[in-house]
């Protein structure tokens, strides 16, 4: 069922600090900010050829990552998101193996325009994962 690593989110408390960390100082090429209401984040994509790293600053009051933040206040992996073939499938299956689907278990569309789930960190050895229909 698993398919490629699609992205590693970090999330950050100062994304234009953030940036320059992978534009300058590492050298990559990085997206400019885009803003994603729906999920309360600011996100930059890092390519990395095989894979990218997304960096995401809060946006707005309830942002789902802001709890992260207070515990980890200099930032770091929040998490990994795997490309899957077929998202209603994966669901099944993890709701069969007895995995926790997080919010209403019902796809939402994801920073690529393609339906997204999440599942419970402690199903997963301890990371927040998301599945992402490839
Ligand atoms: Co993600």
Redesign the pocket.
Known sequence: MLGRLN?V?IAVPDLAAGVAVYEKTLGAQVSPPQPEPDHGVTVVFVDLGNTKV?LLEPLGDGSPIRGFLDKNPSGGIH?I?YEVDDILAARERMISEGARVLGDGEPKI??HGKPVLFLHPKDFCGTLV?LEQA
């Open positions: 992205h989110a997304e998490h998101c994801g920073a998301e």
